[in-house]
Structures are given as structure tokens and as C-alpha cells.
């Protein structure tokens, strides 16, 4: 197990998290026809050249916003999370495209214990999401339920 315990995480540490990832076209058409949505933005190449200001399809953004915590959890998370509590101010302040290739931040923001269960804390996270030049495509803030570290 990699992720961390609640003690284990400081309040403004920052993660450059290693794995990077280029979506693809067939990430957008799998993600969008999983989950019905039909939306030309992402799916019709030809609507986007004629018709939008992109000129070409978008990455789905809950795809993005999927990715963008998936590739967080190796460093932080992965088997000593509870439970996602929330995931707030969620953005996108630009566009992601087919064949970008992205990497993640991941900075703690804020750490509490539970006041219902001793075994476990809260941590706010602050994820951010950025294209292969830098440019910021998504953020999110997350509170994750995390396990304290066993007693023995």
C-alpha cells in the first residue's frame, strides 16, 4: 500500500505526481459513450471544425475530472482512503484537447481529525491539472475521509 495515513500528510506539502498521460480520441469516445453523453463538443470532429470556437473536440470534462484525481492516488491515497467526501470548486479554466498530454499537482490544504471516528481524519486537497506547456486545464478541491494509522 502507497497511499499515506491522515498523520502522514502535512498541510502544504505539494505532489508533482510522476505519471503523465495523453488522452486520446478513443479516451473521449469511451468516456463520453459510457457515460450517454452525446454531446457534439466531444464527440463529432466535423461539429467542432464548423461550428465552435475550438475548432476541434474537447476532452470530455469529467473525464478530466476523473483523470486528474486518478493520477493522485498513487502518491496520496491509494488504499488508505475511507471515502471521497466532496469534490468542490471544481474548474476548467482551459481547454483540453485529443492529444494533449497532462500532469497533476497535488497540495494538501487542510487536515482534521474526525469528531465521529478516532480512527480517521479528514484532508483537503487542492488538485490541479496542466497541459504538456503548463497551461492550467482543470482544479478541484477534494475533501477525502482518510484512515489514521493503525495502533499497535
Request: aromatic share 10%; glycine share 6%.
Amino acid at each position: 500500500m502507497s497511499g499515506l495515513y491522515f498523520e502522514e500528510f502535512e498541510v502544504g506539502r505539494v505532489f508533482n505526481h510522476p505519471f503523465r498521460k495523453t488522452v486520446t480520441e478513443m479516451d473521449n469516445m469511451l468516456f463520453s459513450n459510457m457515460t450517454l453523453n452525446p454531446q457534439p463538443l466531444h464527440i463529432d470532429r466535423h461539429f467542432c471544425k464548423t461550428e465552435t470556437e475550438f475548432g476541434q473536440p474537447l476532452m470530455n470534462s469529467l473525464f478530466t475530472l476523473g483523470l486528474m484525481i486518478g493520477i493522485s492516488v498513487s502518491d496520496t491515497t491509494v488504499g488508505t482512503t475511507i471515502a471521497n467526501l466532496s469534490m468542490n470548486d471544481v474548474n476548467f479554466p482551459n481547454p483540453l484537447f485529443q492529444g494533449d498530454t497532462v500532469h497533476v499537482t497535488t497540495e494538501v490544504l487542510n487536515k482534521r481529525k474526525s469528531k465521529s471516528r478516532p480512527e480517521a481524519g479528514i484532508v483537503e486537497f487542492l488538485h490541479q491539472t496542466f497541459n504538456q506547456d503548463d497551461v492550467l486545464v482543470a482544479t478541484c478541491r477534494r475533501n477525502a475521509f482518510m484512515r489514521c494509522k493503525p495502533q499497535t
